[in-house]
């Protein structure tokens, strides 16, 4: 005959788990009195100690997923804010940019006539031609400098020029400057730190989740099963909002500015919350069971529970995300990348699935981060933004870098339907800075399912109507590592042309529309970065012409690297009015000093000046901590730096 202790046992697990599935709590517990003559199909216990904590601790995990339910509308009122912040921002650009380009068609004939008198033009003619009289470059010299740029002061002796340019509000500097400033790399692990105003967001995003996951738990260890409860439930819940951060093609940059290049730091962010909410969710679980469960809820012995198959599929939706985030790590995909790419893949399906199976209430959010997902990949990269071409295969100077180069006649007629509107492939053109995904399905079965991004070195092409091209010329840098760009290279040694698939175009106009809000514009590049820079300032002095400085800096590495951009289209920008400057090698001169480039301009500059930076962590860093010491001491500048890597 069974004991009573083990039927109770039975009873209150089996109340427990219909309680957790229903998310109610369930009546039987309020309809509990005192046995009958009768005998009942299962007995249950009347000890009221026993009831009370049962019903406590159900009411206490229910309670929190009723709270848990607010949290996706904390986030839409935050996306709503800066939705609201960046039409205000885009509205003042647009403002500022009719007056700097409002005699841009004056500017555009002068332009040609500059640009065709090509044997008697010189920097200082063309300049004037195109932007505000007089010329900075006979101010502003760049030297080199023997030591390690992030081991000098910032601006070095050169800060005194900006103390006679302090204006407005001194507090309002200092705090947009603190914001601005990006950390030294994190010691041991060698970690680049983003700025401070990301970070200072990140740990607001945290906050938000630490509250939720916190708010109106008893801290009591007799109750511990619900702490380890609400870190499944904050799993949950952050779901959907990690695959929509992840999405190439989202609604985020339509509300916010920025692509998802931009906010991929979030979605990473997202996936390493959500792998510590799983361990702690498992972990809890685990110690709940072995030492805090009052005996006569622990049920079979411990065996028999961590081989339950309820508990397996929470095993295996655990260690799916966990690797899921070690595979992520930046060291695991610059190693093995194509390895990241396959594995992204396996281990998301596997998750999900173990997720679905494991956990009831997490269904509907399985299914959103599913149509994420799917429309995603499926339906908008493969269907509506992907283009095959036969491309051309150059291998440059320095022996490890590819140009690959294609064109094509541009669609001048659109089919009709509303699905017209976001069907467009890198047939129709790109934007300045914009990256495509390229698959050479050639190079064998393996390399065909995988897609790897690289920018648009060349020229986009012009947006102006009366300017509209029907021929397009694309150029991607690709710089060989292991792998992919490795097989690409032998392929080119033996083949001048390939046959590839590209996915794009992708990016984002926040640059290009800071800087032509700007009076003057500062554009630089370490090595391959001049793929995003050189667009930009083409863009800027052939389709948007205005009264504006345009400036552009190339530190290159060694003299091959300067074949990665023709000498004529340089010297075109020169003609065009761009002051350009391309110090020597930094394997022979050693670094320039890019943060005393940027305070004499700081210094010498009228009105707002932008800069946009593309290169190495170390370039990118010094270039915007000095323009965060600018700020500080009262210089309008405007900064956007582009990251290598993903």
């Not at 002796?157 to 601005?180: C, D, E, I, P």
């Not at 020597?584 to 301009?601: F, H, K, Q, S, V």
Request: with cysteine; hydrophobic share 45%.
């Amino acid at each position: 005959m069974m004991s009573v202790d083990r039927v109770d046992r039975e009873w209150a697990l089996e109340l427990f788990k219909e309680s957790l599935r229903t998310s109610r709590l369930s009546f039987v517990l309020d309809e509990v009195s005192t046995f009958s003559n009768e005998a009942p199909v299962r007995e249950i216990p009347t000890d009221p100690e026993s009831l009370q904590y049962l019903r406590n601790l159900i009411t206490y995990i229910l309670d929190g997923r009723t709270i848990i339910f607010t949290y996706n509308i904390a986030l839409l009122v935050l996306l709503v804010l800066f939705a609201l912040f960046h039409l205000g921002e885009r509205l003042s650009e647009r403002s500022k940019w009719r007056i700097i380009e409002q005699d841009s068609a004056t500017a555009l004939e002068r332009l040609r006539k500059a640009a065709d008198d090509s044997e008697t033009a010189n920097e200082a003619d063309s300049s004037s031609s195109s932007t505000l009289e007089g010329s900075l470059s006979s101010q502003i010299t760049l030297k080199a400098v023997e030591a390690d740029i992030e081991r000098q002061p910032l601006l070095g002796t050169r800060r005194h020029v900006l103390a006679s340019k302090r204006s407005g509000n001194r507090l309002v500097n200092s705090l947009t400057s603190l914001l601005m400033y990006q950390p030294r790399p994190i010691p041991i692990i060698n970690r680049t730190s983003p700025s401070n105003g990301t970070s200072l967001f990140v740990l607001a995003f945290l906050g938000l989740n630490i509250f939720y996951h916190l708010y109106q738990l008893p801290f009591d260890l007799k109750y511990f099963f619900a702490f380890a409860d609400r870190a499944g439930i904050i799993f949950m819940v952050n779901l959907p909002l990690l695959y929509l951060l992840a999405a190439k093609n989202q609604p985020l940059k339509l509300l916010t500015g920025r692509s998802y290049e931009a906010l991929n730091i979030y979605h990473r962010r997202v996936g390493e919350l959500m792998c510590f909410e799983a361990l702690v969710h498992f972990a809890g679980m685990l110690i709940w069971r072995l030492f805090l469960s009052p005996s006569w809820l622990k049920g079979n012995d411990f065996y028999s529970y961590i081989t339950h198959p309820l508990i397996l599929l929470g095993i295996g939706a655990f260690v799916s995300y966990e690797l899921l985030y070690f595979t992520s790590l930046g060291s695991f995909r610059e190693r093995w990348y194509e390895l990241f790419l396959a594995s992204h893949v396996i281990l998301q399906i596997a998750a999900l699935a173990f997720l679905w199976l494991h956990f009831f209430t997490s269904r509907p959010y399985i299914c959103a981060s599913l149509v994420i997902f799917l429309a995603d990949r499926l339906v908008w990269r493969l269907w509506m933004k992907s283009a095959n071409f036969t491309a051309d295969l150059t291998v440059l100077e320095d022996e490890q870098t590819l140009l690959l180069s294609a064109d094509w006649d541009i669609p001048t007629t659109k089919g009709r339907g509303p699905l017209n509107l976001v069907k467009q492939s890198i047939r129709h053109g790109w934007h300045p800075a914009d990256h495509v995904f390229i698959s050479v399905p050639i190079l064998g079965r393996t390399h065909a399912l995988q897609a790897h991004p690289f920018t648009i070195a060349s020229a986009a092409p012009a947006s102006d109507p009366a300017l509209l091209p029907s021929h397009a010329w694309l150029s991607l840098l690709i710089r060989v590592q292991s792998g992919f760009t490795s097989n690409l290279l032998d392929h080119a040694r033996s083949n001048s042309r390939v046959a590839v698939r590209l996915d794009g175009p992708y990016g984002s106009r926040d640059p290009l529309n800071m800087l032509r809000s700007c009076e003057n514009a500062v554009l630089i590049a370490g090595g391959s970065g001049i793929a995003v820079v050189f667009p930009l300032a083409w863009d800027l002095v052939t389709s948007h012409l205005g009264k504006r400085q345009v400036h552009l800096i190339w530190v290159t590495h060694s003299r091959a690297q300067r074949s990665w951009m023709a000498e004529d289209r340089i010297d075109d920008l020169k003609k065009f009015g761009v002051h350009v400057a391309i110090p020597e090698p930094t394997n022979e001169a050693g670094r320039p000093d890019i943060p005393g480039y940027i305070a004499d301009l700081a210094a010498v500059s009228e009105g707002t000046v932008g800069f946009v930076v593309s290169g190495p962590d170390g370039l990118n860093r010094s270039a915007r901590n000095a323009c965060a010491e600018a700020v500080r001491a009262g210089a309008d500048i405007q900064l956007r730096v582009e990251k290598f890597g993903w």
